[in-house]
């Protein structure tokens, strides 16, 4: 939408006082707030009741700041920017701006299109109702019949699947690294597969990094209104000397997280690769995304609380991204972690047995090859040493 404004600065009657900035906005017809108020509730997740309440909020905005463009956080909806007219008598240019005189010309999505209650189905009701009325029993299976579905949604994303994990593969392999960004159970998902992979497929924490609102030592807080910062996760990946051998990779259950979208929004503009993993389709993230993968899991058991599905399904492709990536680096052998960490007793008699599986005739030398591994490191590196 092609707004312009023009600032005219005209001083009061008589020429005593302050002289005052007047506001011309010119060009598109200014809309009735019936009509915005009908476009709001239409092409959003709000009703006309809270689409009034917004229309006034904006109104005390282009009061007090007259410019177009401003930019304004509607949850639930997004981002958008706002113009306005002015209904003003230009032959008194001393009277007082009242609100009365401020007309919203229109408000449009900035960047991306407004996801509608069809398409935001991680925030549909659930198919359950009256869940404080059931027993254990009754939830578990409830709940369990839930997470089935989990399986079926990721197993039709599977094509997505597979060219995002073969485009993260030629990055990596030719010395980039993979960058997770998320808020919320992705995010915090996302971070402990980059602690997880470091100890199972003993590689160190450079190749895979996480992305977190506030830092990693945000981790355990529950500040969730960190989502909403357009610039932290940016301004990290930059610290972390991000760079077109690098890669990417957005998580958010709605497909709408301002922190999520923002750095694939940076990304784009430096030609960096990006994927993402959402649960609704055709949100704005997936849009801004090279390699999209849409998981549509459905409404979760209670309400909006995607940490539950959403979050499930998150967790099992994340193992099949880092699992597959560290497989195809030659990381595992067989079907044996050869070069897992051996950080506790458990991991150090797992490496020896598999040691011993491998030499047979190591058999009855469980000490010899236990002292052998714990010298080199790993099953792989002490093999190095016979």
Known sequence: MAIKYEIHYLPNAGDEGETRRFAHVFEEPAMTDDQMVERLAKHSCIGEAEA???????????????????????PGIGYLSLSADLDMDELKP?????????????????GENIMNKENRIT??????????????????????????KVAEAIEEALPAINRLISAIEQKVKSGGRLFYAGCGTGGRLATL??????????????????????GIECLTQTKESREDD????????????????????????????????????????????????????????????????????????????TRMKAGSSQKMILDMISTSLQIRQGRVEGNKMVNAKLINHKLIDRACRIFIERHPEYADRYEEAKQLILKAGSVKKAEELL
């Open 193 to 214: 597969d980059t602690i997880e992979v470091q100890n199972t497929y003993g590689i160190d924490g450079t190749q895979i990094q996480a992305i977190f609102p506030g």
């Open 123 to 148: 925030e549909q009701s659930s198919l359950y109702d009256h869940l404080e009325e059931m027993s254990v029993e009754e939830l578990t299976a409830n709940i369990n019949a839930e997470n089935k």
């Open 94 to 110: 001393d009277s007082k701006v009242r609100s009365d005189y401020v007309s919203v010309r229109g408000i449009i999505q900035k």
């Open 230 to 305: 357009l610039e932290d996760g940016w301004k990290q990946l930059q610290d972390k000397g991000l760079s077109s051998k690098d890669f990417v990779l957005g998580f958010s259950a709605s497909g709408t997280t301002p922190f999520v979208l923002s750095i694939l929004k940076h990304c784009k503009a430096e030609g960096i690769p990006t994927g993402c993993i959402v649960n609704n389709p055709q949100s704005p993230i997936a849009e801004q995304a090279d390699y999209p993968v849409e998981v549509i899991t459905g409404p979760e058991f209670v309400t909006g609380s």
């Open 52 to 74: 009034t309440s917004v229309l006034m909020k904006l109104r005390d905005i282009i009061e007090e700041d007259l410019q177009e463009g401003r930019i304004v956080n509607i």
